[in-house]
């Protein structure tokens, strides 16, 4: 009995005699009031953790004219893009946030599908409207996914990746933006309906039928296969948006045959005539996708099509150093940082331009040139105590026939 009057709470210090409860432990003990005061820090502090995370999203809306002027800061050119793409988004939220009216009149969300060429600013675009909203964003390739039962992933792993970026908090994920990138690559393998399985094309597209049009979703929360004993977490993809890129590569045939760009007559503009065939993609509708290989329902619930232009010789010397966040500027600032000053001639921006072109590769092909000729610079130059570079015509053109990239054929 003494030894048992002995016992005491490890954390307020009180006596046996003193509580009511005193529960026992490995090598202490812990009386009922500490345990009351323990459960009231802890939901405090869940509280405090939840409400932390909702302000890091807390999306502001902002007008088109705004994130048209925004994106701007960071995309060269596209203006029809921007302009689609801000009403679109701005009507998106203003969706979300709008007050429930008694009226039967019911919002529907405006996902996107955007066309252009590889490296005219499908993904950049997505993001920094991401990015300009607060909203959690996240990239996922649709080439991944199978239809369920298949090897690969489900549809629904998208969203994990969603949950992943906001910390699995679910209400921010419910409003966030979702860039399915590579849409073209699960066409169905022909226009007419199969009546075997599509297994990476067709089917991939019915998957996405209802995620995309707004409906509770059970999501793996490490992504991959379902399985019977995971515990899931319930997604409404209702107000998250769904914007949807690929080059779709050959379309420009499928619109040529549906535009007739083959007048001819005194009176025919040859100029325009021309301009139009090098981009046909400004003529793009849903008809045009659906021929591609893209299912008639898929369409129905990526009701906004935009296009991207492709980038002429002008909009690409502009990438080079116009954005706020472009290319020469970054590059000026790694050198910066190992006390080097770049001078670049106005020469060079030209022959950059003028290869990219060639080798046909976008924004991403000016990346791949300024890789080339700055290698050799970015590895012996830090540490060798020279405080400027100077890049002319004929260092430029010496590194590139020097590199693999030369070895590209022109198409």
């Known amino acids: 009995m003494a030894k048992q009057s002995n016992l005491h709470c490890s954390f307020c210090g009180r006596s046996r005699d003193e509580v009511k409860i005193l529960i026992a432990g490995q090598e202490g003990h812990?009386?009922?009031?500490?345990?009351?005061?323990?459960?009231?820090?802890?939901?405090?502090?869940?509280?405090?953790?939840?409400?932390?995370?909702?302000?890091?999203?807390?999306?502001?809306?902002?007008?088109?004219?705004?994130?048209?002027e925004f994106l701007d800061q960071y995309i060269i050119g596209q203006d029809d893009a921007k302009k689609i793409l801000s009403v679109a988004v701005y009507n998106h939220y203003k969706r979300i946030t709008q007050k429930v009216q008694n009226d039967d009149v019911e919002?529907?969300?405006?996902?996107?599908?955007?066309?252009?060429?590889?490296?005219?600013?499908?993904?950049?675009?997505?993001?920094?409207?991401?990015?300009?909203?607060?909203?959690?964003?996240?990239?996922?390739?649709?080439?991944?996914?199978?239809?369920?039962?298949y090897v690969g992933e489900d549809v629904e792993s998208m969203l994990t990746r969603l949950l992943q970026v906001c910390n699995y908090d679910v209400a921010a994920a419910e409003k966030g933006i979702v860039y399915v990138?590579?849409?073209?690559?699960?066409?169905?393998?022909?226009?007419?309906?199969?009546?075997?399985?599509?297994?990476?094309?067709e089917g991939v597209q019915q998957g996405l039928l209802k995620m995309l049009e707004g409906t509770e979703v059970l999501v793996p929360p490490q992504g991959g296969r379902k399985h019977p004993e995971q515990k899931m977490i319930k997604v409404n993809t209702s107000n998250i948006l769904f914007i949807c890129g690929g080059a779709f590569d050959g379309i420009d045939k499928v619109i040529a045959r549906r535009v007739n760009t083959n007048a001819i007559?005194?009176?025919?503009?040859?100029?325009?005539?021309?301009?139009?065939?090098?981009?046909?993609?400004?003529?793009?509708?849903?008809?045009?996708?659906?021929?591609?290989?893209?299912?008639?329902?898929?369409?129905?619930?990526?009701?906004?099509?935009?296009?991207?232009?492709?980038?002429?010789?002008?909009?690409l010397r502009s990438i080079l150093t116009q954005p706020k966040n472009s290319l020469i500027k970054q590059y000026n600032r790694l050198?910066?940082?190992?006390?080097?000053?770049?001078?670049?001639?106005?020469?060079?921006?030209?022959?950059?331009?003028?290869?990219?072109?060639?080798?046909?590769?976008?924004?991403?092909?000016?990346?791949?040139?300024?890789?080339h000729i700055l290698t050799d610079a970015m590895f012996e130059l830090p540490g060798s105590g020279v405080k400027e570079l100077h890049i002319d015509l004929d260092y430029a053109e010496n590194k590139l026939k020097k590199s693999k990239l030369s070895m590209l054929k022109v198409a």
Not at 47 to 67: D, G, H, M, T, W
Not at 183 to 197: E, F, L, M, Q, Y
Not at 275 to 298: V, W, Y
Not at 341 to 368: H, N, T
């Open 30 to 68: 812990i009386c009922e009031n500490c345990v009351e005061h323990a459960q009231e820090i802890i939901v405090q502090e869940l509280q405090q953790r939840q409400e932390s995370q909702a302000s890091q999203y807390r999306f502001n809306i902002r007008k088109p004219l705004e994130v048209k």
């Open 107 to 149: 919002i529907e969300k405006s996902n996107i599908v955007m066309v252009g060429e590889t490296g005219t600013g499908k993904t950049l675009l997505a993001k920094t409207i991401a990015k300009l909203l607060n909203v959690p964003f996240a990239i996922v390739d649709a080439t991944v996914f199978t239809e369920a039962g």
């Open 181 to 201: 990138d590579e849409i073209d690559k699960i066409a169905r393998k022909g226009d007419n309906p199969s009546i075997t399985r599509d297994v990476s094309g």
């Open 265 to 315: 007559g005194f009176n025919v503009n040859k100029s325009e005539q021309e301009f139009q065939r090098k981009n046909m993609l400004q003529f793009i509708n849903a008809q045009d996708l659906k021929s591609f290989g893209l299912i008639p329902e898929l369409l129905g619930r990526l009701p906004v099509v935009t296009h991207l232009d492709p980038l002429d010789a002008d909009t």
């Open 335 to 371: 050198f910066e940082l190992e006390g080097i000053q770049l001078v670049i001639d106005e020469p060079v921006y030209a022959f950059m331009v003028q290869k990219a072109l060639e080798f046909k590769l976008g924004a991403r092909g000016l990346r791949s040139i300024c890789e």
